[in-house]
């Protein structure tokens, strides 16, 4: 069991930055592949980012190669999802999601994830 909680997000204007954070509480934290997904009103709830258990690989949808950058720190049980260069269409609810995978794997659906966070708003402005 891990419980997930975002913070860092807000309004931005196109082109800015944010860097979203997810602390983690439990004991296991390193064992969990994590990942950061988000909905917009009216859409699915899309895959962003996910760092692999172990060595901490890291993968990211094309929509934000390049952008955005995830990251882990296990000592402090935090995911950080840094964004840079925001579109308008990053505007959404950001998630961070937990689960214990496979070693040096990326997952990338929402099914994957066993536990998640209650989300985070971010909006940029255009």
């Known amino acids: 069991q891990v419980q997930l909680v975002e913070s860092g997000g807000g309004l931005v204007q196109a082109g800015g930055s944010l860097r979203l954070s997810c602390a983690a509480s439990?004991?296991?934290?390193?064992?969990?592949?994590m990942g950061w997904f988000r909905q917009a009103p009216g859409k699915e709830r899309e895959f962003v980012a996910a760092?692999?258990?172990?060595?901490?690989?890291?993968c990211l949808a094309d929509s934000v190669k390049g952008r955005f950058t995830i990251s882990r720190d296990n000592a402090t049980n935090t995911v950080y999802l840094q964004m840079n260069s925001l579109k308008p269409e990053d505007t959404a609810v950001y998630y961070c999601?937990?689960?214990?995978?496979?070693?040096?794997?990326?997952?990338?659906?929402?099914?994957?994830?066993?536990?998640w966070g209650q989300g985070t708003q971010v909006t940029v402005s255009s």
């Open positions: 439990g004991r296991t934290f390193s064992r969990y592949a």
């Open positions: 999601a937990a689960f214990i995978g496979n070693y040096g794997v990326c997952y990338y659906k929402t099914s994957d994830y066993a536990y």
């Open positions: 760092i692999t258990r172990g060595v901490g690989e890291t």
